[in-house]
């Protein structure tokens, strides 16, 4: 696997909802508590060497730090990062076939002992087994003991390699004495093993040894690897009976409170399978207090829903509106002067007609007659009586337009009626010109 994505560069995730997919496929409708927050500040029980380890004020159950205890935890970006890169098979990872000359698998074959101390796995088996002392004290054996594929505090030790791990789930005698070595670790930690499926339950001393495991925090260091290592050598089953083991000593029995973070914030995560995260991460929901500090369930759903209400653009009915009471008003004076050029030209067409009819004498006559009637008026009248006389053109002019465009209209619609149309344009003529005349 590594060799064959040695060649492909991976982007690494940069926040902690980029690293957990835990919820992603959750069909379930249940709303958890506020949404996971990103911090620096991470709970004991990481990897063996974290990218960054976390500031020691921040470790829970620590003397003096009853704050810490009382405050809302944050989910850890770099355990999050760290149980990412595990549950994806390492990316980025360079993985040569030999790299390591086998030695994990050719310990666990009793043919090389462990560096630095120079002890073989059947002396650490047979002499070391319930002698928690020299468990608890010695930080070399447990890499050698739980091999991974990321590079521990114990340099001597060499990291998995693809092909090691395939060799190694072939090798019986490697296997068996695998499992001696879970065992071994589960009973200094006061657990142990109850059948092949990986169910646990406390141990005869588990009083003993979980009041131990409630203080010395450096071993969920050691759980954490010890997941890590079921997981890449073919008994990633036995996790999480584990954790749920945890978890319900921890939570509901209360037997070792102190470890509850990291096993929420690391072990839980250790898992592969999201499906089985979520059963742990909601047991744990139903029995963590106080409830309202559980950051590790599904993110609120009314967020996104918010989110899409607010994305949605303003009424579109005034847009349209706008435009069309803007386009309407220029169409209006355009109506309005081809109406009046219209109604010119019907009057000129009227006044040809009433040549046609024999009409041009009487309508001479009394245009002679109003133009005779103009011209004593301005002699007699000074320059306010001519600017009268323009006013009462504009005005006959004014009427006359609206006369003449009113029956546009009518000759429109009645084509039919053009004799009674002539006379009593006849009429309106002669009363205009009598008007004048008075005035």
């Given at each position: 696997?590594?060799?064959?994505?040695?060649?492909?560069?991976?982007?690494?995730?940069?926040?902690?909802?980029?690293?957990?997919?835990?919820?992603?496929?959750?069909?379930?409708?249940?709303?958890?508590?506020?949404?996971?927050?990103?911090?620096?500040?991470?709970?004991?029980?990481?990897?063996?060497?974290?990218?960054?380890?976390?500031?020691?004020?921040?470790?829970?159950?620590?003397?003096?730090?009853?704050?810490?205890?009382?405050?809302?935890?944050?989910?850890?970006?770099?355990?999050?990062?760290?149980l990412y890169k595990y549950r994806?098979?390492?990316?980025?990872?360079?993985?040569?076939?030999?790299?390591?000359?086998?030695?994990?698998?050719?310990?666990?074959?009793?043919?090389?002992?462990?560096?630095?101390?120079?002890?073989?796995?059947?002396?650490?088996?047979?002499?070391?087994?319930?002698?928690?002392?020299?468990?608890?004290?010695?930080?070399?054996?447990?890499?050698?003991?739980?091999?991974?594929?990321?590079?521990?505090?114990?340099?001597?030790?060499?990291?998995?390699?693809?092909?090691?791990?395939?060799?190694?789930?072939?090798?019986?005698?490697?296997?068996?004495?695998?499992?001696?070595?879970?065992?071994?670790m589960l009973e200094f930690f006061?657990?142990?093993?109850?059948?092949?499926?990986?169910?646990?339950?406390?141990?005869?001393?588990?009083?003993?040894?979980?009041?131990?495991?409630?203080?010395?925090?450096?071993?969920?260091?050691?759980?954490?690897?010890?997941?890590?290592?079921?997981?890449?050598?073919?008994?990633?089953?036995?996790?999480?009976?584990?954790?749920?083991?945890?978890?319900?000593?921890?939570?509901?029995?209360?037997?070792?409170?102190?470890?509850?973070?990291?096993?929420?914030?690391?072990?839980?995560?250790?898992?592969?399978?999201?499906?089985?995260?979520?059963?742990?991460?909601?047991?744990?929901?139903?029995?963590?207090?106080?409830?309202?500090?559980?950051?590790?369930?599904?993110?609120?759903?009314?967020?996104?829903?918010?989110?899409?209400?607010?994305?949605?653009?303003?009424?579109?009915?005034?847009?349209?509106?706008?435009?069309?009471?803007?386009?309407?008003?220029?169409?209006?004076?355009?109506?309005?002067?081809?109406?009046?050029?219209?109604?010119?030209?019907?009057?000129?067409?009227?006044?040809?007609?009433?040549?046609?009819?024999?009409?041009?004498?009487?309508?001479?006559?009394?245009?002679?007659?109003?133009?005779?009637?103009?011209?004593?008026?301005?002699?007699?009248?000074?320059?306010?009586?001519?600017?009268?006389?323009?006013?009462?053109?504009?005005?006959?002019?004014?009427?006359?337009?609206?006369?003449?465009?009113?029956?546009?209209?009518?000759?429109?619609?009645?084509?039919?009626?053009?004799?009674?149309?002539?006379?009593?344009?006849?009429?309106?003529?002669?009363?205009?010109?009598?008007?004048?005349?008075?005035?």
């Amino acid at each position: 696997m590594g060799s064959l994505l040695s060649g492909v560069s991976f982007k690494e995730p940069t926040t902690v909802e980029d690293c957990d997919s835990t919820w992603e496929t959750d069909s379930e409708p249940e709303a958890a508590e506020p949404r996971r927050q990103e911090g620096v500040c991470a709970a004991a029980g990481g990897g063996e060497e974290p990218p960054e380890p976390p500031a020691a004020d921040c470790r829970p159950g620590e003397p003096g730090d009853g704050a810490e205890l009382t405050a809302k935890p944050k989910r850890s970006f770099y355990a999050a990062r760290d149980l990412y890169k595990y549950r994806h098979q390492y990316p980025n990872f360079k993985d040569l076939r030999y790299q390591n000359d086998l030695c994990n698998l050719r310990f666990y074959k009793n043919k090389i002992p462990f560096k630095p101390d120079g002890v073989y796995i059947e002396e650490v088996l047979n002499k070391w087994k319930g002698d928690y002392e020299k468990l608890e004290h010695n930080h070399t054996y447990i890499q050698w003991l739980f091999p991974l594929r990321e590079q521990g505090l114990n340099f001597y030790a060499k990291e998995l390699t693809t092909y090691e791990i395939e060799e190694f789930k072939k090798t019986k005698e490697a296997i068996r004495r695998f499992l001696l070595a879970y065992k071994m670790m589960l009973e200094f930690f006061g657990i142990k093993l109850i059948d092949k499926t990986g169910n646990v339950a406390r141990a005869a001393n588990w009083q003993e040894r979980f009041q131990h495991l409630n203080e010395s925090q450096h071993n969920y260091l050691r759980i954490t690897r010890i997941l890590k290592s079921l997981g890449e050598l073919g008994y990633e089953s036995f996790k999480s009976p584990l954790v749920k083991f945890i978890l319900q000593e921890a939570l509901v029995e209360d037997t070792i409170p102190n470890i509850k973070q990291s096993a929420l914030e690391y072990f839980v995560y250790t898992i592969r399978d999201r499906r089985e995260r979520r059963k742990l991460l909601r047991f744990a929901q139903q029995h963590y207090t106080p409830s309202e500090h559980f950051i590790w369930g599904p993110p609120r759903r009314q967020k996104s829903e918010g989110s899409k209400a607010s994305k949605k653009p303003a009424s579109p009915v005034s847009i349209p509106n706008s435009h069309i009471s803007k386009h309407k008003k220029p169409k209006e004076p355009k109506n309005t002067s081809a109406s009046g050029s219209s109604a010119g030209k019907i009057t000129e067409e009227r006044k040809v007609e009433f040549t046609k009819n024999g009409e041009e004498n009487d309508q001479d006559e009394q245009e002679v007659n109003c133009d005779a009637v103009r011209q004593n008026n301005s002699e007699k009248n000074s320059d306010t009586d001519t600017s009268q006389l323009s006013k009462s053109e504009e005005i006959n002019d004014n009427s006359d337009r609206k006369e003449d465009a009113s029956y546009s209209k009518k000759d429109d619609e009645n084509m039919n009626n053009d004799s009674s149309l002539n006379c009593s344009r006849i009429i309106l003529v002669i009363c205009s010109c009598i008007y004048l005349y008075y005035i």
